[in-house]
């Protein structure tokens, strides 16, 4: 593979230190209003939106610069229903006998269960998938690095921009989730790696009163 072309790093600005911690500080307040719903309203979001937020989910730094992912948006009633039957299927073996009791007694607090009305209530399901490897449109493979890593991040920043353009998004893993392929119509070098059901907040939706580990728990500094 040919070596990139080095450029001057572009657009980069500088903020004084007062500004910095000012910044900071906004952007953790903003980000800890954020909470995972599952009460969705129906009411339709604008396509613009949600290709801007996959546009900065894919500037996620990533392995290579190969970019292993791929990002399925779906809004069609039927597609959604076909998800939500195949989730539905997969998480009652979840919930009925597949899973260890101490995993679900650490979910039973949330008053989750194996029904997931949200998959066709919320205007937008964006199921993200991992890819294993690259084809080249000559049909040669590329091996891809730090996948889970490379999308782990890049979901991060999508869950973030849907935030910052005041949309609510829940993050769904039912296992396995290889009918996601099927209905999706994606090739067999793609894993899918999570739904992200995004919209807006039902008018009655409600959230857990829980907190977050603070500072000291979950950092370390060694000065």
């Known amino acids: 593979m040919d070596a990139y072309r080095s450029i001057p790093l572009p657009a980069y600005v500088e903020y004084p ?12 307040a903003d980000m800890q ?9 129906s009411r ?7 290709e801007e937020c996959l546009m900065a989910a894919g500037s996620a730094p990533n392995g290579a610069n190969l970019q292993p992912w791929h990002f399925v948006a779906v809004s ?8 939500r039957t195949g989730a539905e299927k997969e998480e009652h073996e979840f919930y009925h006998g597949r899973t260890p009791k101490v995993w679900l007694d650490a979910l039973a607090p949330l008053g989750v269960d194996e029904h997931k009305p949200f998959l066709e209530v919320a205007p937008y399901l964006i199921v993200v998938f991992a890819q ?10 590329i091996k891809n690095y730090y996948v889970a890593e490379s999308v782990g991040i890049a ?23 290889g009918f996601l392929n099927q209905i999706l119509k994606r090739p067999k070098n793609e894993r899918p790696f999570l739904i992200l059901v995004t919209g807006y907040p039902a008018e ?5 009163d829980i907190t977050k580990k603070p500072l000291q728990e979950i950092a370390t500094f060694l000065d």
């Open 17 to 28: 230190p007062d500004e910095m911690v000012q910044r900071a500080a906004r952007f953790r």
């Open 132 to 141: 294993s490897y690259g084809v080249l449109p000559d049909g040669r493979k």
């Open 76 to 83: 069609d009633a039927a597609i959604k229903r076909q998800i």
């Open 155 to 177: 979901t991060g920043i999508l869950i973030t921009a849907l935030h910052q353009a005041g949309l609510v998004a829940l993050t769904h893993t039912p296992s396995p989730m």
């Open 204 to 208: 009655d939706a409600q959230v857990p």
């Open 33 to 41: 209003r954020r909470r995972t719903v599952r009460q969705f309203s």
């Open 44 to 50: 339709p979001v604008p396509r613009q939106v949600i």
